[in-house]
DNA sequence: CTGAAAGCGCTTACAG
DNA sequence: CTGAAAGCGCTTACAG
């Protein structure tokens, strides 16, 4: 036989007194007698009393718990991200439970239902890559249960959003590329969906309207995984066309480090001959030879932010305020990271 | 003012019966009327009716969710394992509670109390590196919750258990290097507490006796954090000792990978002069240049693994199973990927 | 100062 | 075939 958690009823007995009285002199209630709460507090402790979280939640309909649905975890900015939400959650005292979409609208959905059967109190969500709609969080507002978008976020869903300006990123990397003497600048984006891509994608055409030079179009490719293989195609094709690019603005780092092979396979020096600044700043960065200039990414804070904006929603919400809510967007500094490739 | 969620009340009252009726209804007991289980089935589905899962905890004592501590998240092989848990605990309608350790022992068993206080059904478990005891879970199997150790587990704690051959591991990494010409095989290994690392030494001494090369303690290096600058710095030393080694087995990718880089100032050609065998096949090995030969550590079949015995175990003694366990450590296969560093 | 009662949303043994 | 009652572990308005 398993030994049964201490209840209150179990210090009541001990005790003989009633159930109401444990509990209010562990809440310190004013009506209560400093003997009395004396010798609860003590018998409490002694026995390691701990409320039941589950009656708690079910009398209370708070459940101090936040579910997430990220798109994907074997990956350096999410994990980065989910990290900064432990951490944050954990000193708040909420816990975080975790869901998948693996970038599958249909699971994103599935996901979202199951949160919202489990009652969190919150749900931070990164939207698949997928996901053309967002009516399968719609149940949530309808129920006032906050959410957070972050990073890849849908433009007309109405609650706070944190991401970063990744047109200002896409903007800096060029910058820095026509910065360091380039004047043919390539492009590998990503597909037009998640908005990221786009927008990364603009800040490239920004650099380049600013500093004078010539959009074109046979300087851009996209990719569709997202790829280093891509990336090594890619770059195989720009590298031997006629004109070929000086300097070349990836989407990834991924891709970035795939231009690299290519580089390296047609012999051509970087960054001597060949500029190639990634995005993300993730570990493959660092590591590949040389290690590859990249726009820093900030996934923790990311993060941090997104459980911290969740949290204050919640608890604004339990004090009982009722004012339609004015939804932020929160946008994170990127920065460039020179490294040896520019 | 937010909707509130459909109860058994609520279908009750529409329906002019009591709340029995409509939860007997649900479940199909037998001594209800064909004719109220098919109204009630009809607008339970209308309104979208799902039970409530915190009175449904309190009531049976399980909450259908599963606790895990895990040591770090961003990190190739656990964002696996995470991944193969996720994936098999959703299969089998359980949620996952995460919790991060950091590696600190002390922030471990605050998890433990947490997870334990959160009453989930099971835990699962790769112990901290710091971890030299494991009286914080105790308090599981003194309440009868299962727990499942994986990766990095304690011998002594009676449980069920999934890991890896790392002994294996290895002397197949090592016995790759012997059979492709190496006479002197050098070993960077982690430090002793992580059983992990003293097992791949193991391995790597078996395979020089079986093959009679001498073991040489001036070959073998003890890193204190595992990094790449480690693997940098201990190469660098080897490679320029009178005798140095002509291959190396790491404890890691990340190790090896700095190997690479050291060979590389050195002007050490790889594989011709110098062979590297690393560990884990996390992407880094994918991604270095030359791609670093490793050996596969399936991580996301551990976590999967993991998941399916502690739900089986939860699901045994649900069923009122009474014996005690006969607990088994399940040894995942690990195996070589030559690629071009050997 | 203490306690009896009701209630959060369910399930199930028991009565009719 | 249906329903009243008790109970899971708590909290809190109310009575004494």
Request: aromatic share 8%; with cysteine.
């Given at each position: 036989?398993?030994k049964?958690?201490i209840r209150?009823?179990?210090i009541a007995?001990?005790?003989?007194?009633?159930v109401?009285?444990?509990?209010?002199?562990?809440?310190?209630?004013?009506?209560?007698s400093?003997e009395?709460?004396?010798?609860?507090k003590?018998?409490?402790?002694?026995?390691?009393?701990?409320?039941?979280s589950q009656?708690?939640?079910?009398?209370?309909?708070?459940?101090?718990?936040?579910?997430l649905?990220?798109p994907e975890?074997v990956?350096?900015?999410f994990?980065?991200?989910?990290?900064?939400?432990?951490?944050?959650a954990?000193?708040?005292?909420y816990?975080v439970?975790?869901t998948?979409?693996?970038?599958s609208m249909?699971?994103?959905?599935?996901?979202?239902n199951?949160?919202?059967?489990?009652k969190v109190?919150?749900v931070?969500?990164?939207?698949?890559?997928?996901?053309d709609t967002?009516?399968?969080?719609d149940?949530f507002?309808?129920?006032?249960i906050?959410?957070?978008?972050?990073?890849?976020v849908?433009?007309?869903?109405?609650?706070?959003k944190?991401?970063?300006?990744?047109?200002?990123?896409?903007?800096t990397a060029?910058?820095?590329?026509i910065?360091?003497?380039?004047?043919?600048?390539a492009?590998i984006?990503g597909p037009?969906n998640?908005?990221?891509s786009?927008?990364r994608?603009?800040?490239?055409?920004?650099?380049?309207?600013?500093?004078?030079?010539?959009?074109?179009?046979?300087?851009?490719?996209?990719?569709?995984d997202?790829?280093?293989?891509?990336?090594?195609?890619f770059?195989?094709?720009?590298l031997?066309?006629?004109?070929?690019?000086?300097g070349?603005f990836?989407?990834?780092?991924?891709?970035?480090v795939?231009?690299?092979h290519?580089?390296?396979?047609?012999?051509i020096?970087?960054?001597?001959?060949?500029?190639?600044?990634?995005?993300?700043?993730?570990?493959?960065?660092?590591?590949?030879?040389?290690?590859l200039?990249?726009?820093?990414?900030?996934?923790?804070?990311i993060?941090e932010?997104a459980?911290?904006?969740?949290?204050?929603?919640i608890?604004?919400q339990?004090g009982?305020?009722?004012?339609?809510?004015?939804?932020?967007?929160?946008?994170?500094?990127?920065y460039?990271?020179?490294r040896e490739?520019?």
């Amino acid at each position: 036989m398993s030994k049964h958690r201490i209840r209150l009823k179990d210090i009541a007995e001990k005790l003989g007194i009633t159930v109401t009285t444990v509990s209010k002199a562990l809440k310190d209630y004013p009506d209560i007698s400093n003997e009395t709460k004396k010798e609860v507090k003590r018998l409490a402790e002694e026995l390691n009393y701990q409320p039941n979280s589950q009656a708690l939640a079910l009398r209370s309909n708070r459940s101090y718990t936040i579910g997430l649905i990220i798109p994907e975890i074997v990956h350096f900015f999410f994990s980065n991200v989910i990290k900064g939400i432990m951490n944050y959650a954990e000193q708040n005292n909420y816990r975080v439970l975790i869901t998948l979409s693996n970038n599958s609208m249909n699971l994103e959905k599935k996901q979202a239902n199951l949160l919202f059967n489990t009652k969190v109190d919150g749900v931070l969500v990164s939207l698949a890559n997928e996901t053309d709609t967002t009516k399968h969080f719609d149940m949530f507002k309808e129920f006032e249960i906050p959410i957070v978008m972050f990073d890849k976020v849908n433009e007309d869903f109405k609650c706070n959003k944190v991401t970063i300006d990744d047109k200002q990123g896409g903007f800096t990397a060029t910058e820095h590329l026509i910065n360091q003497g380039c004047k043919r600048i390539a492009h590998i984006g990503g597909p037009k969906n998640p908005l990221n891509s786009v927008n990364r994608f603009e800040g490239y055409k920004k650099a380049l309207h600013k500093y004078g030079l010539d959009f074109d179009p046979t300087l851009v490719k996209e990719c569709v995984d997202v790829t280093l293989e891509e990336g090594h195609t890619f770059a195989n094709q720009l590298l031997q066309q006629e004109n070929p690019p000086t300097g070349i603005f990836t989407i990834t780092d991924q891709v970035g480090v795939g231009v690299l092979h290519a580089a390296n396979d047609l012999r051509i020096k970087v960054p001597e001959q060949l500029k190639i600044v990634g995005f993300s700043d993730s570990q493959i960065a660092q590591i590949s030879q040389p290690p590859l200039s990249t726009i820093h990414q900030p996934g923790y804070e990311i993060g941090e932010m997104a459980a911290k904006l969740l949290i204050e929603e919640i608890e604004l919400q339990d004090g009982g305020y009722e004012q339609p809510m004015d939804f932020r967007q929160i946008i994170l500094d990127t920065y460039l990271i020179k490294r040896e490739t520019s």
